[in-house]
C-alpha cells in the first residue's frame, strides 16, 4: 500500500509540474503578435531585480520569467531608446537590491550617452538600502536627472567595507585542519579557514588599498551626477545613511513622494497617451527586422561562473554556475570555422577555478586569434584567478573600473578531518602501493613527502601562469613579481600595469571590435550567442524529460509519462517550429545595431 502510495503522488507531482510549465509555455506562445510600439513610450528598468550576465541555462527557468534581466539587454534598450523618437524618457525602480558595481557602471555609461538625446530620466526608490547596503545602488540611481524617494525610505550611503569570518579556532575545535599553500603572499583564498582573526599583513594592506579605490570610484561618479566637488561627495559618504528628511535636505534626492504619484509625474511629463513599457518588451518592439544589410558578424560567448573541466549541461534547476571549458572551447571552434563570423567578443565574469580547465579556454582564444578571428576580451564583475587566465590572450581586454581581476596565483590544498574522526571514535587503517597514493585523502593532513609533491605542482603552475601573462601582455619578466604574487587589481588599477587595455564595458568592447576589423564607429553589428540560447520549446522538453525521468524511476509510472508526452507532443512540435516573437528573442541577439 505504501509503495502504491509513493507512486501515485510521485506521478500526480510530474503530472502538476508539467501541467504548469505547459500552461506558462503556451500563455507566451499564443499571446498575439507583439503591439505595435505605442507613439509615446517611457522605458522602466526594474533595478532592484537581479541583473544576470546572461538568463539562466536552467529549464526550470521557464517557470520564473521577469525575475532577472541580463545586463546587456539593458544596455541595448537605452542605447535603442536613445535614437527612438517613440521613447519620450526612462524611468527606473530600486528597491533593496544592489546592483554590482561594475553593472552599475556600464549602466551609467549608458544613461550618460542616453542624455544626450536630451530625454528625461527619472528614479523611484522605495529606499535605497533600507536597513542594509545601499552604495552601489544610489550610486547608479545619482545617474538620473530626477530622483525620487519614498517617504519613510532610507539612503543606506555609508561607504564601502569587507568583512570576513575567520574559522581557524572553530576548525581546531572540532578536529579539522585546512591544510593548503598558495603561491604567492596575497593569494588569500584560504586564509578565513587558516588564520585566528584577522587577515595577514600582506593582504590586509592590499585590500585596504583596493576597497579605497573603489570608494573613491563611487565617490567620483555621484559628485559628477549631483554636480558636486569630490571632497564633499566623500563626506557625505561619510555620513550615511540618511532619512528621508535628510536625504532632501543634502541633495540626495530632487523629490519625496510615492509610486503612484511618480506615475502621474511620467504621465505629465511623456503624455497622457504614454506607456511604461520594460526592457523586454521594448526590445520586442524590433525583434524580426533581422541585421542590417552587410553588417558585421560578431559572436558573443559568455565566460561566466566557476571554471570547470565540463559543463554541467544546464541540467540543475538553480541553472548553471559554472564555465564548462569543454562548452566554451566548442563555441570557440564553432565561431572560429563560421565563415560569417569576423570578430569573437568573449564576455568573462568569473572568479577562477580549475588551472587545466583555463589553459584549455586559453588555448581556444588563441586558436581563434591564429586563424584570423580577433577576440575581445569584456570584463564584468570578477575576472581573476582563472578568469584572468582565459582573458590574457585577448586581442585587446576591457575591464570596468571596478572589475575585480588579476590575482595571478595559485593554491591548492585539503581540509584534513583526522581529528574529527579520533573525536567521534572512528579509527582509520590504510593499504596503498606508494606513499603517495593517498596525497588527497581527507582523513589526514600532508606527510612531508606529499607536501612536497603538492608545492611542486603549485610551483610549475605558477611559474606557468606567470609567464603566460608576461608573454600575452608584453610585460618584462622583472616586473611580474609586483603585478603577481596572487593580488588582486581593480580594473582602474589594472590599466596602470598593463593587465588590461581599455576601461569600459559592452560599449567600449564594441568599439575595439570595429577597430579591430577597421569599421566605421557607428557601423552596425549583428551580435549572436555562441552557443545559441534553447528556444522556449527546448527548455520545456527538457523540463518535462527532468521530471518525467525522476516521476518515471520513483513510481515506475512510464505508461503515465507516455500518455502525457503524447497529449503535449503537438504543442511542442507546433512550438518547436514556430517563428513567433518569442522563440526569436531567446534565439539571438541580431539587431545590437549602433
Same mark, same amino acid.
Given at each position: 500500500?505504501?509503495?502504491?502510495?509513493?507512486?501515485?503522488?510521485?506521478?500526480?507531482?510530474?503530472?502538476?509540474?508539467?501541467?504548469?510549465?505547459?500552461?506558462?509555455?503556451?500563455?507566451?506562445?499564443?499571446?498575439?503578435?507583439?503591439?505595435?510600439?505605442?507613439?509615446?513610450?517611457?522605458?522602466?528598468?526594474?533595478?532592484?531585480?537581479?541583473?544576470?550576465?546572461?538568463?539562466?541555462?536552467?529549464?526550470?527557468?521557464?517557470?520564473?520569467?521577469?525575475?532577472?534581466?541580463?545586463?546587456?539587454?539593458?544596455?541595448?534598450?537605452?542605447?535603442?531608446?536613445?535614437?527612438?523618437?517613440?521613447?519620450?524618457?526612462?524611468?527606473?525602480?530600486?528597491?533593496?537590491?544592489?546592483?554590482?558595481?561594475?553593472?552599475?557602471?556600464?549602466?551609467?555609461?549608458?544613461?550618460?550617452?542616453?542624455?544626450?538625446?536630451?530625454?528625461?530620466?527619472?528614479?523611484?526608490?522605495?529606499?535605497?538600502?533600507?536597513?542594509?547596503?545601499?552604495?552601489?545602488?544610489?550610486?547608479?540611481?545619482?545617474?538620473?536627472?530626477?530622483?525620487?524617494?519614498?517617504?519613510?525610505?532610507?539612503?543606506?550611503?555609508?561607504?564601502?567595507?569587507?568583512?570576513?569570518?575567520?574559522?581557524?579556532?572553530?576548525?581546531?575545535?572540532?578536529?579539522?585542519?585546512?591544510?593548503?599553500?598558495?603561491?604567492?603572499?596575497?593569494?588569500?583564498? +584560504?586564509?578565513?579557514?587558516?588564520?585566528?582573526?584577522?587577515?595577514?599583513?600582506?593582504?590586509?594592506?592590499?585590500?585596504?588599498?583596493?576597497?579605497?579605490?573603489?570608494?573613491?570610484?563611487?565617490?567620483?561618479?555621484?559628485?559628477?551626477?549631483?554636480?558636486?566637488?569630490?571632497?564633499?561627495?566623500?563626506?557625505? +559618504?561619510?555620513?550615511?545613511?540618511?532619512?528621508?528628511?535628510?536625504?532632501?535636505?543634502?541633495?540626495?534626492?530632487?523629490?519625496?513622494?510615492?509610486?503612484?504619484?511618480?506615475?502621474?509625474?511620467?504621465?505629465?511629463?511623456?503624455?497622457?497617451?504614454?506607456?511604461?513599457?520594460?526592457?523586454?518588451?521594448?526590445?520586442?518592439?524590433?525583434?524580426? %527586422?533581422?541585421?542590417?544589410?552587410?553588417?558585421?558578424?560578431?559572436?558573443?560567448?559568455?565566460?561566466? =561562473?566557476?571554471?570547470?573541466?565540463?559543463?554541467?549541461?544546464?541540467?540543475?534547476?538553480?541553472?548553471? %554556475?559554472? +564555465?564548462?571549458?569543454?562548452?566554451?572551447?566548442?563555441?570557440?571552434?564553432?565561431?572560429?570555422?563560421?565563415?560569417?563570423?569576423?570578430?569573437?567578443?568573449?564576455?568573462?565574469?568569473?572568479?577562477?577555478?580549475?588551472?587545466?580547465?583555463?589553459?584549455?579556454?586559453?588555448?581556444?582564444?588563441?586558436?581563434?586569434?591564429?586563424?584570423?578571428?580577433?577576440?575581445?576580451?569584456?570584463?564584468?564583475?570578477?575576472?581573476?584567478?582563472?578568469?584572468?587566465?582565459?582573458?590574457?590572450?585577448?586581442?585587446?581586454?576591457?575591464?570596468?573600473?571596478?572589475?575585480?581581476?588579476?590575482?595571478?596565483?595559485?593554491?591548492?590544498? #585539503?581540509?584534513?578531518?583526522?581529528?574529527?574522526?579520533?573525536?567521534?571514535?572512528?579509527?582509520?587503517?590504510?593499504?596503498?602501493?606508494?606513499?603517495?597514493?593517498?596525497?588527497?585523502?581527507?582523513?589526514?593532513?600532508?606527510?612531508?613527502?606529499?607536501?612536497?609533491?603538492?608545492?611542486?605542482?603549485?610551483?610549475?603552475?605558477?611559474?606557468?601562469?606567470?609567464?603566460?601573462?608576461?608573454?600575452?601582455?608584453?610585460?618584462?619578466?622583472?616586473?611580474?613579481?609586483?603585478?603577481?604574487?596572487?593580488?588582486?587589481?581593480?580594473?582602474?588599477?589594472?590599466?596602470?600595469?598593463?593587465?588590461?587595455?581599455?576601461?569600459? =564595458?559592452?560599449?567600449?568592447?564594441?568599439?575595439?571590435?570595429? #577597430?579591430?576589423?577597421?569599421?566605421?564607429?557607428?557601423?552596425?553589428?549583428?551580435?549572436?550567442?555562441?552557443?545559441?540560447?534553447?528556444?522556449?520549446?527546448?527548455?520545456?522538453?527538457?523540463?518535462?524529460?527532468?521530471? =518525467?525521468?525522476?516521476?518515471?524511476?520513483?513510481?515506475?509510472?512510464?505508461?503515465?509519462?507516455?500518455?502525457?508526452?503524447?497529449?503535449?507532443?503537438?504543442?511542442?512540435?507546433?512550438?518547436? =517550429?514556430?517563428? %513567433?516573437?518569442?522563440?526569436?528573442?531567446?534565439?539571438?541577439?541580431?539587431?545590437?545595431?549602433?
Amino acid at each position: 500500500m505504501l509503495k502504491f502510495i509513493t507512486r501515485f503522488f510521485a506521478v500526480i507531482g510530474f503530472v502538476a509540474v508539467a501541467l504548469i510549465a505547459l500552461i506558462i509555455f503556451l500563455g507566451s506562445y499564443m499571446q498575439e503578435k507583439i503591439e505595435p510600439e505605442p507613439d509615446n513610450v517611457v522605458l522602466t528598468l526594474d533595478l532592484d531585480s537581479p541583473i544576470v550576465e546572461q538568463n539562466a541555462a536552467s529549464p526550470f527557468s521557464l517557470a520564473m520569467p521577469g525575475d532577472s534581466v541580463p545586463l546587456l539587454d539593458i544596455l541595448r534598450a537605452i542605447d535603442h531608446a536613445a535614437k527612438d523618437p517613440h521613447v519620450k524618457g526612462i524611468a527606473a525602480r530600486f528597491g533593496t537590491g544592489q546592483p554590482g558595481l561594475a553593472q552599475a557602471q556600464e549602466i551609467r555609461a549608458a544613461l550618460a550617452h542616453f542624455g544626450e538625446s536630451h530625454k528625461f530620466t527619472y528614479a523611484f526608490g522605495t529606499d535605497f538600502g533600507e536597513f542594509g547596503l545601499g552604495d552601489r545602488a544610489y550610486y547608479l540611481a545619482s545617474a538620473f536627472d530626477g530622483l525620487w524617494l519614498q517617504p519613510v525610505g532610507t539612503v543606506s550611503l555609508t561607504g564601502v567595507a569587507i568583512n570576513s569570518p575567520f574559522a581557524k579556532q572553530a576548525l581546531d575545535k572540532i578536529g579539522v585542519t585546512a591544510d593548503f599553500m598558495q603561491r604567492e603572499e596575497y593569494k588569500s583564498l +584560504m586564509e578565513p579557514a587558516q588564520r585566528d582573526n584577522s587577515f595577514s599583513p600582506p593582504v590586509r594592506a592590499e585590500m585596504q588599498i583596493m576597497i579605497d579605490d573603489l570608494s573613491d570610484q563611487i565617490a567620483s561618479g555621484i559628485a559628477v551626477s549631483r554636480k558636486w566637488e569630490l571632497p564633499h561627495a566623500k563626506e557625505i +559618504m561619510a555620513q550615511g545613511p540618511y532619512t528621508d528628511e535628510e536625504a532632501l535636505q543634502a541633495g540626495l534626492v530632487t523629490k519625496l513622494g510615492y509610486a503612484d504619484e511618480f506615475d502621474d509625474m511620467l504621465d505629465d511629463k511623456a503624455g497622457k497617451d504614454s506607456k511604461q513599457v520594460d526592457v523586454e518588451t521594448y526590445l520586442g518592439y524590433g525583434e524580426g %527586422h533581422g541585421a542590417a544589410k552587410d553588417s558585421a558578424k560578431i559572436a558573443l560567448i559568455y565566460g561566466t =561562473g566557476l571554471i570547470t573541466e565540463r559543463d554541467s549541461g544546464g541540467d540543475g534547476l538553480a541553472g548553471d %554556475h559554472v +564555465m564548462g571549458a569543454d562548452s566554451i572551447a566548442t563555441a570557440f571552434d564553432d565561431a572560429t570555422s563560421d565563415k560569417d563570423v569576423k570578430a569573437i567578443l568573449f564576455r568573462v565574469d568569473s572568479p577562477g577555478g580549475s588551472p587545466a580547465a583555463s589553459e584549455t579556454i586559453r588555448r581556444a582564444v588563441m586558436h581563434a586569434e591564429k586563424k584570423g578571428k580577433p577576440v575581445i576580451v569584456s570584463m564584468g564583475e570578477v575576472a581573476a584567478s582563472g578568469g584572468y587566465w582565459i582573458a590574457m590572450n585577448g586581442t585587446k581586454i576591457i575591464a570596468d573600473p571596478a572589475t575585480l581581476t588579476g590575482s595571478i596565483g595559485v593554491v591548492a590544498g #585539503k581540509f584534513a578531518a583526522d581529528g574529527l574522526l579520533q573525536k567521534a571514535g572512528v579509527s582509520m587503517d590504510r593499504l596503498s602501493t606508494a606513499e603517495n597514493a593517498g596525497i588527497w585523502d581527507m582523513t589526514r593532513g600532508f606527510t612531508p613527502p606529499q607536501r612536497a609533491r603538492v608545492d611542486a605542482l603549485l610551483d610549475n603552475t605558477y611559474h606557468a601562469f606567470v609567464a603566460n601573462v608576461a608573454a600575452a601582455r608584453n610585460i618584462p619578466m622583472e616586473k611580474m613579481p609586483d603585478i603577481a604574487k596572487g593580488r588582486v587589481w581593480t580594473g582602474d588599477q589594472a590599466i596602470k600595469i598593463g593587465l588590461v587595455d581599455a576601461l569600459g =564595458g559592452y560599449s567600449v568592447a564594441m568599439d575595439e571590435t570595429r #577597430k579591430a576589423l577597421k569599421l566605421e564607429p557607428d557601423a552596425p553589428v549583428d551580435l549572436v550567442i555562441y552557443p545559441a540560447p534553447p528556444t522556449p520549446a527546448e527548455r520545456l522538453v527538457k523540463l518535462l524529460h527532468r521530471f =518525467g525521468s525522476e516521476s518515471a524511476a520513483m513510481a515506475g509510472g512510464a505508461s503515465a509519462l507516455a500518455k502525457m508526452q503524447s497529449i503535449l507532443a503537438p504543442f511542442l512540435n507546433l512550438a518547436a =517550429g514556430s517563428d %513567433h516573437p518569442v522563440n526569436a528573442r531567446m534565439q539571438n541577439m541580431d539587431g545590437f545595431h549602433e
